[in-house]
């Protein structure tokens, strides 16, 4: 069984910064790609930021320039600096994994972490 476990949600000013993190665990083989997912109340889950296993990076028009995506092989982990945050991030943000177990590739999902841009 794989496991995403996030953390660093929180509350915070417009203007600041947070850092989520999540780390994978469980009977992995690699991972293709890890990434980050938001949905706010009353709207669909968006993309957020995705870092493939070739080390490239895409970002939502919405987050480029102020969000940074960064990972950790050796630890299976996924990083994302959220800086310059505006009251319209606040959303669940959920951790995704495509992972490679012995049966194929899955798609998995963290729990989701609130974050809250509000003075």
């Known amino acids: 069984q794989v496991q995403l476990v996030e953390s660093g949600g929180g509350l915070v000013q417009p203007g600041g910064s947070l850092r989520l993190s999540c780390a994978a665990s469980?009977?992995?083989?690699?991972?293709?790609?890890m990434g980050w997912y938001r949905q706010a109340p009353g709207k669909e889950r968006e993309l957020v930021a995705v870092h493939t296993s070739n080390s490239s990076t895409n970002y939502a028009d919405s987050v480029k320039g102020r969000f940074t995506i960064s990972r950790d092989n050796a630890k299976n982990a996924v990083y994302l600096q959220m800086n310059s945050l505006k009251p319209e991030d606040t959303a669940v943000y959920y951790c995704n994994a495509i992972v490679v177990v012995r049966m194929g590739a899955l798609k998995v999902w963290g729990q989701g972490t609130l974050v809250t841009v509000s003075s």
């Open positions: 469980g009977s992995i083989f690699s991972i293709k790609s």
